[in-house]
């Protein structure tokens, strides 16, 4: 800064000194206000503010394996939370106290509610005349083509009834309202899941999108039937703090219970013996291949149980090793005084059975002898 003698000021920038006899200077004039920004608002201070948690929504799924990457018998576990607390931790005790970690879930489930009732329909082929309306808190959800369907798109776990899940498909989303989803074009009772089908599926019933948002839990095969607690909230959190969810859950490995047979048929020998027939399903996720004779047996031995039913009375329970049973003449003399004849009905119900759970879904039909 330099003052002159008529009282004037202006800026110089030193470019040059040198001292000897005298001190030698030199210097640009500049105006630094050409290069500098003009003024702006004032800033406020960012001051950090505390996120309030809220318990997290759970919902727990024991279903059938949905695919080669699931390893039964575990059940799934789906945690929605607003805000996210971004991980969550699954903690585990036979009592209410002494909590193990049990799992970690980093990722937040999508979680809905049946805006409407959801009919029964039709198993195996399109059902075209139902529709899902779910209410989706966040997220959105968007049609798929039918090989996106087939290879495992837009799948949804309805719960029909407390603890009962039906596994089904959609193609067709649509928007309708902020948040609300219509859904068409379905596949019901999918993966063994059509004994699950409500009739119908309540309003306000929940609603889980299976994608890779649904977590595992680490049961093991010893561990079915035995009932645990769950603790469920974030992992900054301590379990005691409020925004733990605590639910109970017993695992019935879903995943290992065999599928309900299909095609149930009676047939009337010369000999007055009936002999039963049904077709075997696979819960295998490699059953679904269209170049095998034969779907994988992973129940091995293979047995089945057959009731032989008058009404809700079970008059006779036949034991067999293949997908046939022979209702002897003797039997059925016992059972209704006289062998049944060609032409009349038969109510019978077919379970494959399980080494490890015993009795699988059954299937309970009214057949025809011919």
Same mark, same amino acid.
């Given at each position: 800064m330099v003052i002159?003698? !008529?009282?004037?000021?202006? /800026? @110089? *920038? @030193?470019? *040059? &000194?040198?001292d000897g006899l005298a001190r030698r200077i030199e210097a640009i004039r500049q105006d630094r206000e050409v290069y500098d920004l003009p003024p702006g608002a004032q800033r406020t201070a960012a001051v950090a503010r505390s996120v309030p948690l809220g318990a997290? %929504? #759970? +919902? &727990?799924l024991d279903l059938p394996q949905l695919t080669s990457a699931h390893s039964p018998p575990r059940p799934l576990i789906a945690v929605d939370a607003d805000p996210w607390p971004g991980t969550v931790a699954v903690l585990r005790s036979p009592e209410t106290s002494g909590w193990a970690s049990f799992a970690t879930i980093n990722r937040r489930a999508r979680i809905g509610a049946l805006a409407a009732d959801l009919p029964a329909g039709p198993v195996w082929h399109w059902d075209r005349g139902a529709v899902l309306e779910i209410d989706l808190p966040w997220g959105q959800l968007e049609s798929v083509t039918e090989l996106q369907l087939f290879a495992g798109g837009n799948a949804f776990a309805v719960e029909s +009834?407390?603890?009962?899940? /039906? &596994? @089904? %498909? +959609? *193609? !067709?989303a649509m928007l309708v309202a902020p948040g609300r989803y219509r859904l068409t074009t379905l596949l019901r009772g999918q993966r063994g899941t059509e004994h699950a089908i409500g009739n119908p599926a309540p309003a306000g019933a929940r609603v889980v999108v299976l994608d890779g948002a649904v977590t595992e839990l680490p049961f093991t095969v010893g561990e079915i039937g035995l009932p645990w607690n769950l603790a469920v909230g974030p992992a900054t959190r301590p379990v005691s703090d409020t925004t733990y969810t605590i639910l109970s #859950?017993?695992?019935?490995? +879903?995943s290992l219970r065999p599928f309900a047979p299909v095609h149930l048929a009676a047939r009337a020998e010369a000999s007055g013996d009936i002999t039963l027939t049904w077709t *075997? =399903?696979? =819960?295998d996720p490699a059953a679904d291949s269209w170049e095998a004779a034969e779907v994988p047996l992973l129940d091995q031995p293979e047995a089945w149980e057959i009731d032989i039913l008058h009404g809700a009375t079970v008059k006779r329970t036949l034991a067999a090793g293949t997908a046939s049973v022979t209702y002897s003449t003797a039997d059925q003399v016992a059972d209704w005084g006289a062998a049944r004849a060609r032409g009349t009905a038969l109510t019978i119900r077919v379970a494959q059975l399980s080494p490890s759970l015993g009795r699988g879904t059954p299937t309970e039909d009214i057949v025809t002898i011919i």
């Open positions: 002159f003698t !008529d009282g004037t000021t202006t /800026e @110089l *920038r @030193l470019t *040059r &000194i040198a997290p %929504q #759970v +919902a &727990i +009834a407390p603890g009962t899940w /039906e &596994i @089904l %498909q +959609a *193609r !067709d #859950v017993t695992p019935v490995g +879903a *075997r =399903r696979s =819960r």
